[in-house]
């Protein structure tokens, strides 16, 4: 579970910014919407981002896409780029970027992954993990590493529980070499005793998103294209094929089944992933060229919806209603919320401009972001305003303007 997240320096938004996903209380008004987790926590399995458009929305979900590219990807992608691929507040350009998230996926450690860092390189980085010894909250340093300057390269502490990493033979050129890589995506593959690095890369690979570090996956490839490539990884995969099948046809699209065509085109040498449709005993094929946009955006979103129910993972969805009917937008989040069809806690974190969900969450559920007049992005938890009663409607309050975060047209 991602229990929270702070942000500073990063697109939109300049001085810090912190994402709240636990809960203040112990007893909370949907106790089947919250996750109990180590130190006594409770975490969200659903957080609403909300606010007019630019108002930064997609960048609070870009840095956990970045988070994950850092301790995932990093290693293996860093040298493709002249710079660490990401966007600076354009008043800090040069200025250091802070990234922190809090994160659970036990039921003993919440582990703190804090990194500082700028286009050039990683400056600073951390992994802290917190836990009771005899009912006392204690914390211990996992890693640290510090850049001192170029000639002499970070200052690395590593945890005694990482003996193999402590007597690595070129640790220090291997640590130096990968400056714009994070220790977690560099040595999570020799970290074979505890094992604390690959279990925290394995949790991250289960984050799912259409947010991508750099953009967003739907804008940089076309829906057309991006849907016929998850079409692909659908087919390919039976648990994956029968699970999404089953709800296309639920979302009553005219869907039969995915479609595979081998030995198209000029030189017959094309394979070709369409859906079949099914009205009234007829049936005919259709390539996504031909198929909606709502219908191409259901099946990348039902994929990564899939992947968070099936893992135990986390889906971070921009836009989740998007081309999207209101009962597939509210069957969709009501997946998250059933303790039948969510059994391994799954969590979903996403941005809509569909409001009505609000009249089905409490107000630790709800984060609000705006712009203010240096440009910046600001956020802020619905319980962080004063006089918000537990039973509002959250829904009207928001149309009515209460809460701010909404566009103030013709003015």
């Known amino acids: 579970m991602i229990h929270s ?3 500073k320096n990063f697109y939109s938004i300049g001085d810090e910014v912190n994402v709240n996903l636990e809960s203040r209380k112990k007893v909370v008004p949907y106790p089947e919407l919250y996750v109990n987790a180590p130190l006594d926590k409770k975490v969200t399995k659903i957080e609403f981002i909300g ?5 930064g929305k997609t960048n609070v979900l870009r840095a956990l896409a970045f988070i994950k590219y850092l301790i995932v990807d990093s290693a293996g992608e860093a040298d493709k780029h002249s710079e660490i691929p990401y966007q ?3 008043s800090l350009d040069g200025e250091p970027t802070e990234l922190s998230v809090r994160f659970s996926f036990d039921d003993k450690y919440i582990y703190q992954y804090s990194v500082t860092l700028n286009k050039a390189r990683i400056i600073e980085e951390e992994l802290v993990k917190s836990y009771f010894v005899d009912k006392k909250s204690a914390t211990s340093t996992v890693f ?7 000639k002499i390269g970070y200052e690395t502490k590593i945890s005694d529980e990482m003996p193999i990493l402590n007597k690595m033979t070129g640790l220090k050129s291997l640590n130096d070499d990968n400056f714009k890589a994070s220790f977690i995506s560099v040595f999570s593959n020799f970290d074979v005793k505890t094992g604390i690095l690959s279990r925290i890369k394995n949790y991250w690979e289960n984050v799912t998103s259409n947010v991508m570090f750099i953009g967003s996956a739907e804008s940089e490839l076309s829906l057309t294209k991006l849907s016929a490539r998850t079409l692909q990884e659908i087919y390919e995969q039976k648990d994956l094929k029968e699970y999404i099948s089953e709800m296309l046809r639920k979302f009553d699209i005219g869907f039969s089944k995915i479609d595979k065509k081998e030995k198209m085109g000029t030189n017959q040498d094309e394979v070709i992933y369409g859906i079949l449709h099914e009205y009234d005993g007829f049936s005919f094929g259709a390539s996504m060229q031909a198929e909606s946009n709502g219908t191409k955006r259901l099946i990348i979103l039902v994929r990564d919806v899939w992947s968070a129910l099936a893992t135990g993972g986390v889906a971070v969805i921009d836009e989740l209603d998007a ?5 597939i937008y509210d069957d969709i989040i009501e997946k998250f919320m059933s303790t039948n069809i969510n059994k391994k806690n799954s969590q979903l974190i996403f941005s809509s401009h569909n409001y009505t969900t609000l009249s089905k969450l409490d ?9 203010n007049n240096r440009g910046e992005t600001e956020v802020w938890r619905l319980d962080e305003m004063s006089g918000i009663r537990p039973d509002d409607n959250f829904y009207q309050k928001y149309l009515m303007g209460v809460y701010g975060a909404k566009p103030n047209l013709g003015q």
Request: hydrophobic share 40%; no cysteine.
């Open 363 to 371: 107000k630790q559920q709800i984060t609000l972001t705006d712009k």
């Open 144 to 150: 640290a590493r510090k850049w001192l300057s170029k």
């Open 5 to 7: 997240f702070k942000i």
């Open 323 to 327: 081309f999207l009917h209101p009962d």
């Open 51 to 55: 606010g007019k458009n630019a108002s």
């Open 88 to 90: 600076q507040f354009f």
